[in-house]
């Protein structure tokens, strides 16, 4: 038996077929994947991530210490609440995570970190946090839900009073806000407009229910992945690891070179890289035949050399397969995959396939 | 509980087979390895003529989650694949034992299909695995 999330007796009780995940218990789906991923395109539909680790880290120089633990620039955040994208690198500029940083106020910032590096990531963060002072706090004893769609942000407004309704609605893209005991974020990893939430594992299940009264569709892991995988988001351990860098990952724009007097960890490394030139590059790829593409599918560019699928589906939006692929840093429009044997045709595409509920490449 | 229809064959690696009247088989994947895939979106079928021996490797049906193979319950040569699949995979989830069908064999020696488990027998399998 995995750990399990204060949702858990839920998922069971609403047929999810359960699996483990990094050591969790986790629902894949609640009978149909397509269906849910659908709900989510169109209306909204909530998601457990518990497993998530949230992260406080305090201290009067915490802002200098996230400035040198992260490969983006935690300048960018002036406004209280305001959330930002980032990799943790190793010295060799391995990505150790991708994470979300959110600035409380000047000696509080909260992290949420992925449930499958938890452990070395605290490990790292509190080894590197000591000699700034900043204290690193793993918040345990809540529960995390992401209600996602069109509608979403509508749904969870309804439970809230007039105050906390008023703060939600009027939260920007990547901004959080305490609303009581509550932590809510419109962020999330689906390509919709929607928040994730923060709140005492003791209100989660009720909650849960409150909103699938609101016609809240509950979705698992599985819609959680072609979703991403369409908004053309990175998933840790498939897109990239410790064995690739942010450049090569797809994640350049999440890498702060400037200012040059900034040094992060993983700095030289990236430089080193960028002044060599970068060998391989994360794509979106296409499957212009019939079958689906999988993570370690060889891909062939013609004239350039061999990559491979880090993570494939079929698109439930689109119709279609679709996947990222870590390519030569040459490849251009097109390459072939080699599938259980056939070499099947695919288009080289600049994710995101889907956002916001409308295709973002021709098909 | 999973349906498991009482005039046919099962294999281990949940298959079904059903004899038809002009001596060949047809082979699909049973209720119950429908409901564990998941949404079907693609299936590969195996090709015309193809000679399979038990336990090959011999069609795909993947779905959104992940690939898998179809494993020929029996010895054989193929003689039709399922074409309606191409356009509509979700076929196998809707009908498995009717419009999701996968292949078409003619055995090589009918009384294979002895080998197989009855319904019972499958349905007591389920229950080990479960």
Same mark, same amino acid.
């Given at each position: 038996?995995? *750990?399990?999330?204060?949702?858990?007796?839920?998922?069971?009780?609403?047929?999810?077929?359960?699996?483990?995940?990094? =050591?969790?218990?986790?629902?894949?789906?609640?009978?149909?994947?397509?269906?849910?991923?659908?709900?989510?395109?169109?209306?909204? =539909?909530?998601?457990?991530?518990?497993?998530?680790?949230?992260?406080?880290?305090?201290?009067?120089?915490?802002?200098?210490?996230?400035?040198?633990?992260?490969?983006?620039?935690?300048?960018?955040?002036?406004?209280?609440?305001?959330?930002?994208?980032?990799?943790?690198?190793?010295?060799?500029?391995?990505?150790?995570?991708?994470? +979300?940083?959110? !600035?409380?106020?000047?000696?509080?910032?909260?992290?949420?970190?992925?449930?499958?590096?938890?452990?070395?990531?605290?490990?790292?963060?509190?080894?590197?946090?000591?000699? !700034?002072?900043?204290?690193? %706090?793993?918040?345990?004893? %809540?529960?995390?839900?992401?209600?996602?769609?069109?509608?979403?942000?509508?749904?969870?407004?309804?439970?809230?009073?007039?105050?906390?309704?008023?703060?939600?609605?009027?939260?920007?893209? /990547?901004?959080?806000?305490?609303?009581?005991?509550? !932590? $809510? @974020?419109?962020?999330?990893?689906?390509?919709?407009?929607? /928040?994730?939430?923060?709140?005492? @594992?003791?209100?989660?299940?009720? $909650?849960?229910?409150?909103?699938?009264?609101?016609?809240?569709? #509950?979705?698992?892991? =599985?819609?959680?992945?072609?979703?991403?995988?369409?908004?053309?988001?990175?998933?840790?351990? %498939?897109?990239?690891?410790? %064995?690739?860098?942010?450049?090569?990952?797809?994640?350049?724009?999440?890498?702060?070179?400037?200012?040059?007097?900034?040094?992060?960890?993983?700095?030289?490394?990236? *430089?080193?890289?960028?002044?060599?030139?970068?060998?391989?590059?994360?794509?979106?790829?296409?499957?212009?035949?019939?079958?689906?593409?999988?993570?370690?599918?060889?891909?062939?560019?013609?004239? $350039?050399?061999?990559?491979?699928?880090?993570?494939?589906?079929?698109?439930?939006?689109?119709?279609?397969?679709?996947?990222?692929?870590?390519?030569?840093?040459?490849?251009?429009?097109?390459?072939?995959?080699?599938?259980?044997?056939?070499?099947?045709?695919?288009?080289?595409?600049? #994710?995101?396939?889907?956002?916001?509920?409308?295709?973002? +490449?021709?098909? | 509980?999973?349906?498991?229809?009482?005039?046919?064959?099962?294999?281990?690696?949940?298959?079904?087979?059903?004899?038809?009247?002009?001596?060949?088989?047809?082979?699909?994947?049973?209720?119950?390895?429908?409901?564990?895939?998941?949404?079907?979106?693609?299936?590969?079928?195996?090709?015309?003529?193809?000679?399979?021996?038990?336990?090959?490797?011999?069609?795909?049906?993947?779905?959104?989650?992940?690939?898998?193979?179809?494993?020929?319950?029996?010895?054989?040569?193929?003689?039709?694949?399922?074409?309606?699949?191409?356009?509509?995979?979700?076929?196998?989830?809707?009908?498995?034992?009717?419009?999701?069908?996968?292949?078409?064999?003619?055995?090589?020696?009918?009384?294979?299909?002895?080998?197989?488990?009855?319904?019972?027998?499958?349905?007591?399998?389920?229950?080990?695995?479960?």
């Amino acid at each position: 038996m995995g *750990q399990r999330t204060p949702y858990y007796d839920t998922h069971v009780e609403a047929g999810a077929r359960m699996v483990d995940f990094g =050591g969790w218990d986790m629902p894949v789906h609640y009978g149909s994947q397509v269906e849910e991923h659908h709900a989510v395109r169109n209306d909204a =539909g909530m998601f457990d991530v518990s497993h998530m680790t949230v992260v406080d880290l305090e201290g009067e120089r915490v802002r200098a210490f996230l400035s040198y633990l992260l490969a983006n620039d935690v300048a960018k955040l002036k406004v209280q609440g305001k959330a930002l994208y980032s990799c943790m690198l190793t010295e060799q500029g391995g990505v150790i995570d991708d994470l +979300i940083t959110y !600035f409380m106020n000047e000696s509080y910032f909260r992290m949420v970190v992925n449930a499958s590096t938890r452990d070395k990531d605290l490990a790292w963060i509190s080894r590197q946090a000591t000699a !700034f002072g900043v204290s690193v %706090t793993q918040r345990a004893e %809540t529960a995390m839900l992401a209600v996602q769609g069109p509608n979403a942000r509508t749904k969870v407004a309804g439970l809230l009073d007039e105050r906390g309704r008023d703060t939600v609605l009027a939260l920007k893209p /990547f901004s959080a806000a305490l609303v009581g005991s509550w !932590f $809510v @974020a419109r962020t999330g990893y689906t390509g919709e407009d929607g /928040f994730e939430i923060v709140m005492p @594992a003791g209100q989660a299940v009720e $909650v849960w229910a409150r909103l699938a009264e609101a016609g809240v569709r #509950p979705c698992g892991l =599985g819609a959680r992945d072609t979703l991403r995988l369409e908004a053309g988001m990175n998933l840790y351990g %498939t897109d990239m690891d410790e %064995t690739t860098t942010p450049l090569e990952s797809g994640l350049a724009w999440t890498v702060a070179m400037q200012p040059v007097e900034r040094d992060f960890i993983g700095r030289a490394a990236l *430089q080193a890289q960028l002044d060599t030139g970068v060998p391989r590059k994360l794509v979106g790829l296409v499957l212009e035949d019939r079958g689906v593409l999988r993570g370690h599918q060889r891909v062939l560019v013609e004239g $350039v050399g061999e990559g491979e699928v880090t993570g494939g589906t079929f698109s439930p939006t689109l119709g279609a397969s679709i996947a990222f692929a870590r390519v030569p840093a040459d490849t251009g429009a097109a390459c072939q995959v080699d599938i259980r044997g056939k070499l099947l045709n695919a288009r080289v595409v600049q #994710p995101p396939f889907v956002r916001n509920g409308k295709a973002c +490449i021709e098909i | 509980m999973s349906d498991v229809p009482g005039d046919l064959k099962y294999s281990k690696d949940h298959e079904w087979v059903r004899l038809e009247e002009d001596g060949s088989v047809t082979v699909g994947v049973t209720d119950h390895a429908q409901a564990a895939l998941g949404d079907m979106v693609f299936v590969e079928l195996p090709e015309i003529g193809a000679t399979l021996a038990e336990g090959d490797a011999c069609a795909v049906v993947e779905s959104v989650k992940a690939a898998s193979d179809v494993y020929s319950p029996l010895n054989g040569e193929v003689t039709e694949g399922n074409q309606a699949l191409a356009d509509a995979p979700e076929l196998v989830n809707q009908d498995p034992y009717g419009d999701g069908w996968i292949y078409r064999m003619k055995l090589d020696n009918e009384d294979d299909l002895g080998e197989l488990m009855s319904a019972e027998e499958y349905l007591a399998l389920l229950e080990d695995e479960a």
